[in-house]
């Protein structure tokens, strides 16, 4: 997932572009990229670089914006030419894990952060963070509860957890002897 943001230093709105409506809520998968291109700009001036600005952004708890960070990053990955990328390999954390639990998504805010001298600002922006449908290292969730095969004849071979074998017939015809 990538996704472009418009940090108004003025009024500390962000927004998909330059000029428009506030960012919409951002789609974010567990164990999946992230990368995120930032731009800041103060009303009525182009993006630019926030000089000896330092940064942080954070996946938190919508229902806990206070509270402990899901997933963080203490700087950018990369500095452009009129702005910042944030970049996460794989969204992940056992405490992110533990918010989505079994649930298919749920409601988090990005914030992200910057302090120039001693002043600290920051923007805040919806993500729907998605469960991911297998998930390693964990055992929850599994919502597919079984294997799944294509055989050589044409038919889904499934398998589930106490090792029966279904077959579904993807053409016409018996499905073959297991």
């Known amino acids: ?29 567990l164990q999946t990229h992230l990368k995120l291109t930032v731009y800041f700009f103060a009303t009525d001036e182009d993006p630019a670089l926030l000089s000896g600005a330092t940064f942080r952004v954070a996946l938190k708890d ?18 452009l030419a009129t702005g910042y990328e944030f970049e996460w390999t794989t969204v992940d954390s056992s405490a992110l894990r533990t918010l989505l639990g079994d649930a298919e998504s749920c409601e ?19 993500v729907t963070i998605q469960n991911a449908w297998l998930r390693t290292a964990d055992a929850a969730p599994d919502f597919i509860a079984f294997a799944a095969t294509i055989t050589s004849l044409g038919y889904l071979r499934l398998v589930n957890s106490s090792g029966d074998v279904f077959h579904i ?8 002897s297991s």
């Not at 988090?108 to 919806?126: G, N, S």
């Open 108 to 126: 988090a805010i990005l914030e992200i952060e910057w302090t120039i001298a001693a002043d600290v600002e920051r923007v805040q922006i919806p």
């Open 62 to 79: 919508k229902n806990e914006p206070s509270g402990s960070v899901l997933a963080l990053l203490s700087a950018p990955t990369a500095t």
């Open 1 to 29: 997932m990538e996704a472009a943001i418009y940090a108004n230093t003025s009024t500390l709105v962000a927004r998909a572009a330059l000029t428009g409506t506030a960012l919409p809520s951002v789609p974010v998968k």
């Open 169 to 176: 017939g993807l053409n016409t015809g018996e499905p073959p």
